[in-house]
């Protein structure tokens, strides 16, 4: 069975950067697009950008570029995004994502911007 | 940017009820969409990929259709279980998903 377990909530401070994590178990990264998805609160999904891990390639949305960096360890089957210069407007339900779209879902890391 | 415009926004349904609701691309995607359904504090969760085709366990009353610009997700028999709000979502370029479709009982 294919599951994908994100790192606990994290509160940050404006102007600082967290790391997130998603570890993949059932499944060889690999051979896959792994995905980064938010959710502000009480809105819509927004996607922010994938990285095809078997060569480290990445795409991000436009409104992501600056904010965000996706990376992947593929000796541990682990996607990371790191979110930069943070604001109180990040704050918001980041999910990561598998596949060519993205099909198998984690269970969300709420992300709190707050000095 | 490829634009999906979902409709309608939201909508008051019944048990029972066939429930339609459409997403346009602004421009052609081909068959590169997907459905998900999310319910309240949950991940979302693939019901349709490939414009037509129903994902592993999903129940037969979901139906997707459409190419091009048009997709529409159609729930025939509405259940309870089907309360959640629904998102196109296509990746035939960077992925952008609609704003969503909310499902509430009437």
């Known amino acids: 069975e294919v599951q994908l377990q994100q790192s606990g909530a994290e509160l940050g401070k404006p102007g600082t950067s967290v790391k997130l994590s998603c570890k993949v178990s059932g499944y060889n990264i690999r051979n896959t697009y792994m995905h980064w998805v938010n959710q502000r609160p009480g809105k819509g999904l927004e996607w922010i950008g994938r990285?095809?891990?078997?060569?480290?390639?990445?795409i991000y949305a436009e409104k992501f570029k600056s904010k965000a960096t996706l990376t992947a360890d593929t000796s541990s089957n682990t996607a990371y995004m790191q979110l930069s210069q943070l604001k109180s407007d990040d704050t918001a339900i980041y999910f990561c994502?598998?596949?060519?779209?993205?099909?198998?879902w984690g269970q969300g890391v709420m992300v709190t911007v707050s000095s | 940017n490829t634009v999906m415009t979902q409709s309608p926004t939201s909508m008051f349904i019944s048990v029972g009820d066939r429930v339609t609701m459409n997403c346009k691309a602004s421009?052609?995607?081909?068959?590169?969409v997907d459905w998900y359904q999310q319910k309240t504090g949950q991940s979302p969760k693939l019901l349709i990929y490939g414009a037509s085709n129903r994902y592993t366990g999903v129940p037969d009353r979901f139906t997707g259709s459409g190419s091009g610009t048009d997709f529409t997700l159609t729930i025939s028999n509405m259940q309870a279980e089907d309360l959640a709000v629904y998102y196109c979502?296509?990746?035939?370029?960077?992925?952008?998903f609609g704003a969503g479709t909310k499902l509430e009982l009437k």
């Open positions: 990285i095809d891990p078997a060569n480290g390639n990445t």
């Open positions: 979502l296509q990746y035939n370029y960077n992925p952008t």
């Open positions: 421009q052609n995607v081909g068959t590169n």
């Open positions: 994502a598998m596949g060519l779209g993205p099909h198998y």
